[in-house]
C-alpha cells in the first residue's frame, strides 16, 4: 500500500479533484488509480492568505509511478486478536469511562464476560443528572460530569487527537469509535473529535456491545474495597443501594478515572504503591468564536467549507513555570465539573456542530511537588481539592462560579460585568479577583502566559475575554504504579487509563487499556 502526503487543495475544490492531484503527484495516469481514500485531512492556516486544506492518501500498489518524498509504502495496521486464558472468575473491570469501556471490549472479544462496575448512572440518567445540576445546583457527588457511563470525557469536546504514536491500538479505537456511531470522519481528520451529543450515542453503542458478547455493566455500584490474601486480590467489595456484597476477583482492572479520589485514597490504606504526578491548574478562557475564527483564518474566517478554529499555545516563562492551553472546544461551552459537595471545578464541552457562540480552552500552569508542601502520594490530590474549595467559597457556595474579565485580571482588579464576552458557565458566576484563588506565583505566571500568548494569536488578551476557576482536573494527581506486567505491587491488580496516571485524554485513555489487555494474551 502506497501513502500519498502534502497533497493540497483549495477550501472549495470538489472532492473529485483529490484523484487527479493524487495522479499528477503519482505521475501516473488516473485509470492507474483501482481504489484510494483519505488517511488524513488538516487545515494549512499558516499563511492567512492562502488557508487551504493538505491531504494524506492511501492507495493500492501501483505499477508504474515516480518516487517521490512524499510517497512512502506502509503496512495495513495489525488486527488485534484477543486470546486470554480463563482464570476462573469473571474479570473485574472498575470505571466504564474511556479505558473501562475499551477494557470491556477486548476482555468480551476474548470471550471472558467481564464485569464492569460504574459508581455512576447509565449516559441517558446520568444526563438528567447533570442537567439538574447545571440547572439547579443540586450536585449528585456519586453521577455527574466526572462520574458516569463515558467517564468525564463525555462531557466535553470529544477530542481524539493523542500525543501518542499511532499504532495498532490507537487504529482499533478509533475504528470501534467509528462503528459505535462516531463520524467517519475521525478516521482521517489530523485533529477529530466526537462531540458531546454523538458520545451519549457512541458510548451506549460500546455497552451494547459488550453485553451482547457475555459482559454485565452494573452502574450506581461503587468498589468500596478489596479483598487481599498474600499480596494478590482475591474479591472486591461493592456498593448498591447502600448494601456491600463481595465479587470474587482474580483480576480487576483499574479504569478509574481521574476523579475518584476516594478510591485513591482506599488503593493508599492498602499499600497499593502510588507515586506524585505532575499536572496543571488554571481557569477557563472564553473568547468570542467569530474573533477567534479570525485571528486563525484572516478572510477565510467566514468560509463555509471550515469549520470552528481552534488553538494550542504554550509559554516557557523565566521562573520555570510552564503556561498552556489545553482542551480547547470551538464553539462551546464551559461547564460546571464538580464531583464533591462544596467544591468548584471547571471544564469545557463542545457538541459536534461546535456551533455556539463562545471559544473556550483551559489556561493552565504546570504544578508539581514544590507546590504541594508534601510528599505525600496524595498531596497533589489534597491541593486540589483546597483550590476547589476556595473557588466554591469566592463564588457564592452555591456552586457558581468565580469569573473575571482578562484585563481586570491583568491588573489585580475585581470585575464587576461582562462586556462584550459573555460566560457562558452553568448555574452562574459570580464576578471576583482571581488572584485571590490561585498562589501568588500561580496568578503571576497565568497573567505573563496571557500576554505571550496575545503576542502569538491575536485577540487572546483581549480584556473583555472571561476567565472562570478553577480548572483543576487536567490529568491525574497520581500515578498508580505498575510493573512489566501492567500489574500493581498487588497481584491481579491492573491499573490503566488516566485516572491511573498513564493517559490524558479519549484515544490514550483507550488505547493503553488495549495495551493492557493485550498483555495477557497467549499466542
Known amino acids: 500500500m502506497l501513502r500519498i502526503n502534502n497533497l493540497k487543495m483549495p477550501l472549495n475544490a470538489c472532492i473529485d479533484n483529490l484523484k487527479k492531484i493524487l495522479a499528477d503527484k503519482l505521475h501516473c495516469n488516473l485509470t492507474d488509480i483501482k481504489d484510494f481514500h483519505i488517511s488524513k485531512k488538516s487545515v494549512d492556516a499558516r499563511n492567512k492568505a492562502n488557508v487551504h486544506f493538505v491531504y494524506s492518501v492511501d492507495c493500492g500498489e501501483i505499477e508504474h509511478f515516480t518516487p517521490d518524498k512524499d510517497i512512502e509504502k506502509i503496512n495495513p495496521p495489525e488486527k488485534l486478536i484477543y486470546k486470554i486464558k480463563n482464570s476462573g472468575t469473571r474479570p473485574i473491570v472498575v470505571g466504564s469511562g474511556p479505558a473501562g469501556m475499551f477494557a470491556g471490549i477486548a476482555l468480551a472479544e476474548a470471550g471472558l464476560k467481564p464485569i464492569i462496575l460504574e459508581r455512576g448512572s447509565e449516559v441517558d440518567i446520568r444526563r438528567q443528572e447533570v442537567d439538574t445540576f447545571w440547572k439547579l445546583g443540586k450536585l449528585n457527588s456519586e453521577s455527574n460530569v466526572q462520574f458516569g457511563e463515558g467517564g468525564a470525557g463525555t462531557f466535553s469536546d470529544g477530542k481524539l487527537t493523542t500525543g501518542i504514536k499511532k499504532d495498532k491500538f490507537t487504529a482499533r479505537v478509533m475504528e470501534e469509535l467509528y462503528q459505535a456511531g462516531a463520524p467517519q470522519e475521525i478516521l482521517y481528520l489530523a485533529k477529530p473529535h466526537i462531540g458531546t451529543d454523538n458520545l451519549r450515542i457512541v458510548v451506549r453503542n460500546i455497552r451494547e456491545k459488550i453485553i451482547s458478547l457475555g459482559g454485565e455493566y452494573h452502574f450506581n455500584t461503587k468498589l468500596e474495597d478489596l479483598i487481599i490474601k498474600d499480596n494478590k486480590v482475591v474479591a ?88 498552556y492551553t489545553f482542551c480547547m472546544c470551538p464553539g462551546g461551552q464551559v461547564v460546571a465539573a464538580a464531583s464533591e459537595i462544596g467544591r468548584v471545578v471547571t471544564n469545557g464541552m463542545s457538541e459536534f456542530a461546535r456551533n455556539k457562540e463562545n471559544a473556550n480552552a483551559a489556561l493552565l500552569v504546570g504544578v508539581g511537588s514544590q507546590d504541594f508542601g508534601s510528599e505525600h502520594p496524595l498531596a497533589g490530590m489534597y491541593f486540589q481539592r483546597k483550590l476547589e474549595e476556595r473557588a466554591f467559597d469566592l463564588g457564592g457556595k452555591n456552586y457558581s462560579a468565580p469569573a473575571q474579565l482578562v484585563g481586570d485580571f491583568l491588573v489585580g482588579k475585581k470585575s464587576k460585568y461582562a462586556n462584550s464576552v459573555q460566560p457562558s458557565y452553568a448555574p452562574n458566576v459570580t464576578w471576583e479577583n482571581l488572584c485571590e484563588l490561585y498562589p501568588q506565583d500561580i496568578s503571576e505566571a497565568l497573567r505573563l502566559g496571557i500576554v505571550e500568548m496575545g503576542r502569538k494569536l491575536h485577540g487572546f488578551d483581549n480584556p473583555d475575554a472571561v476567565l ?30 488516566e485516572g491511573a496516571g498513564y493517559a490524558g485524554g479519549i484515544t490514550s485513555s483507550a488505547a493503553d487499556a488495549l495495551k493492557v489487555i493485550y498483555s495477557l494474551c497467549t499466542d
Not at 483564518?297 to 478554529?309: D, E, Q, R, T, V
Not at 478553577?470 to 497481584?491: L, Y
Open 468 to 497: 472562570t476557576g478553577v480548572e483543576s482536573r487536567s490529568s491525574s494527581p497520581v500515578r498508580i504504579v505498575r510493573d512489566g506486567t501492567f500489574q500493581s505491587n498487588i497481584r491481579g491488580i491492573y491499573p490503566c487509563g
Open 236 to 323: 472486591v467489595k461493592i456498593l448498591h443501594n447502600g448494601i456491600i456484597n463481595e465479587l470474587s476477583a482474580e483480576r480487576v482492572f483499574l479504569a478509574i478515572g481521574h476523579s475518584a479520589r476516594d478510591t485513591f485514597e482506599m488503593l493508599h490504606r492498602h499499600g497499593v504503591y502510588m507515586e506524585q504526578k505532575p499536572f496543571a491548574i488554571g481557569a477557563r478562557i472564553e473568547h468570542r468564536q467569530a474573533d477567534i475564527n479570525k485571528a486563525q483564518y484572516g478572510k477565510f474566517a467566514n468560509s463555509p467549507y471550515l469549520s470552528a478554529a481552534d488553538y494550542k499555545m504554550a509559554v516557557h516563562l523565566p521562573s520555570g513555570r510552564s503556561v
